[in-house]
């Protein structure tokens, strides 16, 4: 089994509903003179909102930095109004999507199965997908997190090759922790981990397990990213408030290799 060293962290921005098209190419701007040096320790994404893909992308041109979506719809194209395809995304720079995240669950009603036709969109259209999973607080106090973790996981991996499922990131967000200050203990985010890594080598093998990258999201900070991203199955961040903050995000990134 290949050790941690195996797998190169991915640290994600999800900027959300932030940022007008000039504050975000700045913020992409100053991050790229801040992280230009972690060209081979760290995968460095930002996920800007739609407006603003195109404009952090001629930022990022030629560097080590990677452009992400934060969802899409699940057709190539057509009349759907207000949506914007995979194909549109590959087209302005996009690398990942952020697909299933729990506000777009929560507040927007995505089922597992609307999160897996956007996934095999994804791909078709020569992109990866950021597939979010985690529990919300009932779910956990239920005792239920593993066996929610894993519905999520067979639903919005189903179908999926294993090379293709080799080259998707999941992200583990539990919902208590997603804006709230409150983070998982690294010890509860490795328990996790570990569960999800064991569920894909199931589901696909354990070389896709060995090789698939989790990471965690949930009130990652400068003072806490270390620590969780220290646990041997963490391989990365998803980070959405301290993001904005190019000192905050820069101090993130800089801790998964620390
Ligand atoms: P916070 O880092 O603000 O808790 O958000 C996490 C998140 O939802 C990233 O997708």
Redesign the pocket.
Known sequence: MPTRKDRRPVVAG?WKMHKTAAEAQALARELRNALGVVRDQVEVVLAPPFTALYPVGKALEDSNLYLAAQNCHAEAQGAFTGEVSAPMLKDVGCRYV?LG???RRQLFGETDEGVNRKVKAVFAAGLLPIV?VGETLQEREGGRTLEVVSRQLAGGLAGLDAAAAARAVI?Y?PVW????GKTATSAQAQEVHAHIRGWVAQAFGKEVAAAVRIQY????KPDNAAELLGQPDVDGA?????SLKAADFAAIVKAAFA
């Open positions: 999800n952020i995240h729990s506000e979010c992200a967000e922790a997603i804006g709230t999201g949930g009130s990652v998803l980070v959405g408030g301290a």
